[in-house]
């Protein structure tokens, strides 16, 4: 009994995410998990239903910018995500402009918010106009980029073992990783949110010395979200999205 409860404690450690950074735009954890599972998650993140505008009606452009580009820079602009929001919510905007200088996101008009209000569309000399309207819809990446609400990558952590005599440069540089002696060498943990691998590889080549990169079972994952929702919630969204997949499958068989 117990040597299958001491068993089952060692399960639930590894199954344990270390969180490195968390802020609203990206989370970085590391976490024990098969590269199938990470990617299957990765790819839901496409899956992850987000507004972005979709419909655009240019009454008057008088900038330098093509209708068809400026419809497709208004494309691109992150909105705030509500969670009223349903797969059929369209809502409506305008563009009404006669000012000198440049026209940022942040002069779109109507029902919409914009993550980011600076965001620069086009310019407009003295006497001239725009005159714009159009309307959003929900979708996903899978449809159009515009409905992507963000990117999750992945990196295998890893152990570098290399000389000892480049252990202060490595410390001074990266000094919050993680270096142990061992003999005259240095073990050094690559499971920070930046990956230092390339640069202990390039240092120990520079000086003609020799080094010893191993992967771990671990991955350190990053999620950075583009602003319609913070990053803890794309990776929710995309995880319960890949779960219901994952429920269908008995039923497709069948």
Avoid at 53 to 80: F, Q, W
Avoid at 137 to 163: C, Q, W
Avoid at 172 to 190: H, L, Q
């Amino acid at each position: 009994m117990e040597v299958q409860k001491r068993k089952g404690e060692e399960e639930e450690e590894d199954r344990k995410m270390k969180l490195i950074k968390k802020t609203d735009e990206r989370i970085v954890f590391q976490a024990k998990m098969d590269e199938c599972l990470a990617n299957a998650i990765r790819r839901m993140v496409n899956r992850v239903s987000v507004m972005a505008i979709d419909e655009v009606e240019i009454a008057r452009n008088d900038s330098a910018m093509y209708d068809e580009t400026l419809a497709h820079r208004l494309g691109l602009i992150p909105l705030k995500f509500d969670k009223t929001f349903k797969e059929d919510s369209v809502l409506k905007f305008k563009l009404d402009s006669k000012k000198e200088g440049t026209i940022y996101s942040g002069d779109l008009k109507g029902d919409i918010e914009v993550a980011y209000g600076e965001i620069p569309l086009t310019l407009l000399n003295p006497n001239q106009e725009l005159k714009i309207k159009g309307k959003t819809k929900m979708g996903t990446a899978k449809e159009h980029a515009k409905f992507s609400p963000g990117i999750l990558f992945y990196r295998n952590a890893a152990e570098i073992v290399m000389d000892k005599s480049f252990e202060k440069e490595i410390s001074r540089i990266f000094p919050k990783v993680e270096i142990k002696e061992k003999g005259n060498k240095i073990v050094i943990k690559d499971n920070q949110e930046k990956g230092i691998a390339d640069f202990c590889e390039g240092l120990a080549q520079k000086n003609k010395k020799p080094i010893e990169i191993n992967d771990s079972n671990e991955l350190v994952f990053t999620i950075e979200s583009f602003g319609q929702m913070n990053a803890e919630e794309i990776f929710k969204k995309a995880t319960d999205i890949l779960k219901k997949e994952l429920k269908s499958i008995p039923k497709t068989i069948k």
